[in-house]
């Protein structure tokens, strides 16, 4: 038995030395969130040992990820190795399913950053979504956006690839993330800074990106594992080689969205409506959360702004990418690959220079063109029933030593609104609309997808020369105390650009039906809205012993809006994502005016077990309140024995104090009797009160 246990602790330290051994960076600024690695691609399993993590929109819900694995692949044809070793096609890899290890060698991963964040802080202690590191030598006031990943890799066929990942937090363009590629002939096939190839001419040359998605991850729980794989994903495609009445401007992408699902017959799924709970998941999804909102009403996309023509050309080439096809995710060439099996490579070069299919995924599926009433199985014909993956690739280029090419690709994410998705769920689960009329609602998000595209182009052919939000407070801390909420921030008006106010938005356990009951990223509302010479904000207006979160903007100048972009004069806002709490704070019941015995432990007993899911405390594990208690005390907890091992010092002004059940070392107590002494700071009073904790 402790054989076995050694096993299985080295296996799992095994797979997760694998997915640690690249940096990964968030792009996190706007509402659509993804993570990227410094070894060039986010292949499966790359960041967490998570299937279905990234692509995140709208980010400040849980459980959005609709990325499962990412791919880039460079090949070129007549291939001569240092060694000699001549093949009629090389192609080096990373992901969607290999690590990129030997293929792919990082040099620099760096992000940049026009300012510094905002510490966020609620009771004392910091509180982020993400985990992003900034250190002043990573700011660059002058940045053109609001971050910057750079990212440069070499790879073993000589070619030095550079990518600029870029975002922005302007509300009309902060669902789409950027990435410039610069690929090198280099000559430079390792980590080093040494030119192996320094007079190494490449024939033939693609750059070829493979992706996976699910749309969207918290609906795999509701409707079966295999929809997390995208076992149900449609394709489409625009800008082809072919006109399409929706795409004017001919532009050019390939986009997903959530289609049949047919191992799920109890409802029709198009949108994925949630009529219940996700069982035997640990209550992703909650019972307040099942009117029938629409989970997964958002579409995804890849757009190309710019290919170049050639090494010598660097103007766009309008038949970029010359591939754009689809394929089945569980292929074989997805599987295993190395850049030294010449029958394995000369079936990849095959399908990244395979060019457009004579029929689009959504086409095959649905020949009919009627997305609202689908009939089939989006995965037919797939490998494993596994779904497919879309596919870009970019050439054929011929790259002399030193050539380079460009490449500029937008993702976007988009969809209706999360109100919109609660009314028409809502409404199909209450039986007040048709299945039909609700995927028409749904797919209906395809629009905002294009109309994001739309805006990403326009930006582009402007330099991204948008309107710069102001800056947001550069601290932000939310305190619980007695009979309130206190709010308190700092701004420097020098730094930040003109600011006419502040915007605090609010949200609480207490939410409107159709949210989660016990999280933090309900609908907001605005609490307040403040001049731009507040530094404080008193939430009052709110229900005791309720756990609430907050975000606060700084609201600029109104500037004037674009029809034509489907963008109204507005007053310009930094980003919620800036200064958001993620944490919960409370207005505690204001404190007595002096001890009495009136002092309770709530709960008493407190019995661990009996209260897995912290239904008296939600999302906050192992607490406990010191209620009916002067707002300055202090408060002792001793063992039955008599040794102290906590002390608690109250001085919020409110009657309520917490506990987390653990030493002043930071250790969980153990089962038994406790012993609180409270004394009060003003009068000397003291109280003591016991109570019993059952794990």
């Given at each position: 038995m402790k054989l076995k246990?050694?096993?299985?602790?080295?296996?799992?330290?095994?797979?997760?030395?694998?997915?640690?051994?690249?940096?990964?960076?968030?792009?996190?600024?706007g509402t659509l969130h993804n993570w990227y690695s410094e070894i060039g691609g986010e292949r499966e399993h790359g960041f967490q040992p998570i299937q279905q993590f990234g692509m995140q929109w709208p980010a400040q819900y849980n459980y959005q990820d609709m990325q499962c694995a990412r791919g880039l692949w460079i090949g070129a044809k007549?291939?001569?190795?240092?060694?000699?070793?001549?093949?009629?096609?090389?192609?080096?890899?990373?992901?969607?399913?290999?690590?990129?290890?030997?293929?792919f060698f990082p040099v620099k991963f760096e992000l940049k950053s026009d300012f510094m964040p905002t510490p966020v802080f609620v009771d004392g202690v910091e509180s982020y979504s993400k985990f992003v590191e900034i250190t002043e030598e990573d700011v660059d006031e002058?940045?053109?956006?609001?971050?910057?990943?750079?990212?440069?890799?070499?790879?073993?066929?000589?070619?030095?690839?550079?990518?600029?990942?870029?975002?922005?937090?302007?509300?009309?363009?902060n669902n789409y993330i950027v990435t410039e590629y610069t690929f090198i002939n280099s000559g430079n096939i390792d980590g080093d800074a040494e030119i192996e190839r320094p007079n190494n001419p490449l024939e033939g040359v693609y750059f070829y990106f493979q992706g996976r998605y699910s749309i969207v991850r918290e609906v795999r729980f509701l409707l079966g594992n295999s929809a997390g794989w995208g076992v149900n994903t449609m394709l489409d495609a625009r800008g082809d080689g072919r006109v399409d009445a929706d795409n004017p401007d001919n532009l050019?992408?390939?986009?997903?969205?959530?289609g049949k699902y047919n191992d799920f017959n109890e409802y029709d799924n198009i949108g994925a409506p949630i009529f219940h709970p996700d069982e035997g998941w640990g209550a992703v999804i909650d019972d307040a959360d099942t009117v029938g909102r629409l989970g997964a009403?958002?579409?995804?996309?890849?757009?190309?702004?710019?290919?170049?023509?050639?090494?010598?050309?660097?103007?766009?080439?309008?038949?970029?990418?010359?591939?754009?096809?689809?394929?089945?995710?569980?292929?074989?060439?997805?599987?295993?690959?190395?850049?030294?099996?010449?029958?394995?490579?000369?079936?990849?070069?095959?399908?990244i220079s395979k060019g457009h299919p004579n029929k689009r995924h959504a086409e095959l599926i649905e020949p009919s063109g009627n997305y609202a009433q689908p009939q089939n199985d989006p995965s037919k014909?797939?490998?494993?029933?596994?779904?497919?993956s879309m596919a870009n690739g970019y050439g054929p280029y011929d790259m002399?030593?030193?050539?380079?090419?460009?490449?500029?690709?937008?993702?976007?994410?988009?969809?209706?609104?999360?109100?919109?998705?609660?009314?028409?769920?809502?409404?199909?689960?209450?039986?007040?609309?048709?299945?039909?009329?609700?995927?028409?609602i749904a797919l209906s998000g395809k629009d905002s997808l294009f109309q994001t595209f739309k805006r990403a182009k326009d930006a582009y052919d402007n330099d991204w020369n948008l309107p710069k939000p102001p800056l947001p407070p550069s601290n932000f801390t939310v305190q619980s105390a007695g009979g309130r909420i206190d709010l308190s921030w700092e701004f420097d008006p020098s730094n930040g650009g003109a600011v006419t106010g502040f915007e605090i938005y609010r949200t609480s356990t207490e939410q409107v039906v159709g949210y989660a009951s016990n999280e933090y990223y309900s609908k907001y509302e605005l609490a307040a809205t403040l001049p731009a010479d507040a530094r404080t904000f008193q939430d009052t207006a709110i229900s005791l012993n309720t756990a609430y979160y907050y975000y606060i903007q700084a609201i600029g100048n109104e500037i004037p809006g674009n029809p034509a972009l489907n963008i109204p004069n507005h007053k310009i806002k930094s980003s919620r994502f800036f200064a958001q709490t993620y944490a919960p704070a409370t207005k505690k019941t204001p404190g007595a005016d002096k001890l009495t015995s009136n002092v309770r432990v709530v709960p008493n007993p407190y019995i661990?077990?009996?209260?897995?899911?912290?239904?008296?405390?939600?999302?906050?594990?192992?607490?406990l309140a010191f209620v009916n208690i002067p707002g300055e005390c202090t408060i002792k907890i001793y063992s039955e024995i008599g040794e102290l091992i906590d002390t608690i010092n109250h001085n919020d002004g409110s009657g309520a104090a917490f506990w987390y059940s653990t030493t002043s070392s930071n250790q969980f107590v153990v089962s038994g009797l406790y012993i609180a002494v409270i004394t009060d700071d003003k009068t000397g009073d003291r109280e003591i009160v016991k109570f019993v904790v059952i794990r």
């Open positions: 246990k050694i096993i299985i602790l080295i296996l799992f330290s095994a797979f997760f030395t694998l997915n640690a051994q690249y940096v990964n960076k968030w792009m996190s600024v007549n291939f001569t190795e240092l060694e000699g070793t001549f093949r009629d096609f090389k192609v080096v890899h990373v992901g969607p399913r290999v690590t990129g290890a030997d293929e002058n940045l053109f956006a609001d971050r910057v990943i750079y990212n440069e890799v070499n790879t073993q066929m000589g070619i030095t690839m550079k990518r600029k990942i870029f975002q922005f937090s302007n509300e009309y363009h050019r992408f390939q986009f997903a969205w959530h009403a958002q579409f995804l996309g890849l757009m190309t702004l710019h290919a170049d023509k050639s090494p010598n050309d660097p103007s766009d080439d309008p038949s970029q990418p010359s591939t754009t096809f689809y394929i089945s995710s569980d292929h074989k060439i997805n599987f295993n690959n190395s850049a030294f099996n010449d029958a394995r490579m000369a079936e990849e070069y095959e399908w014909g797939s490998q494993n029933g596994a779904g497919y002399a030593p030193g050539d380079s090419v460009r490449i500029v690709i937008v993702e976007a994410v988009a969809g209706i609104s999360r109100d919109k998705a609660i009314e028409v769920g809502k409404k199909f689960k209450d039986g007040v609309i048709s299945a039909l009329e609700k995927n028409e661990i077990s009996a209260d897995p899911n912290n239904l008296l405390y939600p999302g906050e594990e192992n607490k």
